[in-house]
């Protein structure tokens, strides 16, 4: 019933538009449909007429509809009806319309189609390598002279060599005012220490989101972060690291040497969570990294 209506609506809104056109068997089955009574109908018939003929199948359209007998009577009877000529013109001019809309209505189909393939192909496609953009090589090089890591309570320098041999690098986008930062990271760090003496070719580097230095120097401290951190006066310099960690955090963007992304909290705009992360580094380190993995 409600689709009834909905087209009645539409056909009075292009009844609007087209100067009230005459009436055809079609419409005023509809309107039937859409709640109309013979008698109002009648009334619309006295001032816009009628353009159709009430042969055998038109008259069964209009008794399904739920037209009463007088007005199937007054329509066959003709007192409504515009001349020949005039209701091949309305007709055509109808026709014609009917087509534009068609057209109009395959166009949006088709546009719409189009947007939601390529909101398809977008969210499924592969996250972009970072060093072949960024042009600089390896993430060794990029970060040399950058990185620092907690001793004896402050923030220093590391070895320029520090990342010079590490395959996988698993940048970890935090702060702390971040709450799910805070309860995730001592779940990092404990892993670390589980894996990283078995897996010298693999590390973490810390990418503040911090909004200063001394928040960022106390996260560091306050949880016993083991790994190296970019320093936080050259994170700036650094922004295209965090082309695939989204828009939310904490997340974790493994990469291999030359910054090709091998796994991401993120899944095209949605957040999975760095977990899924540690879960493909798992499946790596068992030599059991999935097909996916492996053709990244």
Not at 53 to 60: A, C, H, L, R
Not at 171 to 196: E, H, I, M, N
Request: aromatic share 10%.
């Amino acid at each position: 019933m409600r689709r009834w209506i909905y087209l009645g609506f539409s056909l009075l809104v292009f009844a609007t538009q087209a100067g009230q056109l005459p009436l055809t068997v079609n419409q005023i089955s509809l309107m039937l449909r859409a709640g109309y009574s013979s008698n109002s109908l009648t009334h619309e018939l006295s001032t816009r007429h009628f353009a159709d003929t009430v042969d055998e199948t038109n008259e069964k359209v209009l008794v399904k509809a739920g037209a009463s007998a007088e007005l199937i009577a007054a329509l066959k009877s003709g007192i409504y009806s515009l001349s020949p000529e005039k209701t091949a013109a309305v007709q055509q001019q109808i026709a014609a319309e009917e087509q534009r809309r068609a057209e109009q209505s395959e166009a949006s189909r088709k546009s719409e189609a189009a947007y939601q393939a390529r909101v398809m192909r977008e969210r499924s496609a592969k996250p972009a390598p970072i060093g072949p953009d960024a042009n600089f090589g390896t993430i060794s090089e990029f970060l040399k002279g950058d990185l620092v890591q907690m001793h004896n309570g402050a923030l220093s320098h590391v070895d320029d060599g520090a990342l010079a041999n590490k395959k996988l690098l698993a940048f970890y986008f935090s702060a702390q005012w971040c709450g799910p930062c805070r309860k995730f990271t001592p779940q990092l760090v404990d892993y670390y220490k589980r894996v990283a003496s078995e897996h010298p070719e693999f590390e973490i580097v810390f990418y503040s989101r911090d909004r200063s230095l001394f928040a960022m120097e106390k996260y560091v401290r306050e949880e016993n972060m083991p790994w190296p951190a970019i320093d936080f006066s050259k994170l700036k310099e650094k922004e295209v690291l965090a082309k695939n960690a989204g828009s939310g955090i904490p997340s974790l963007v493994l990469v291999d040497s030359t910054g090709k992304v091998i796994s991401s909290s993120y899944t095209g705009s949605q957040y999975v969570g760095p977990e899924k992360v540690l879960a493909d580094l798992d499946a790596i380190f068992a030599g059991k990294a999935s097909a996916r993995l492996a053709a990244q």
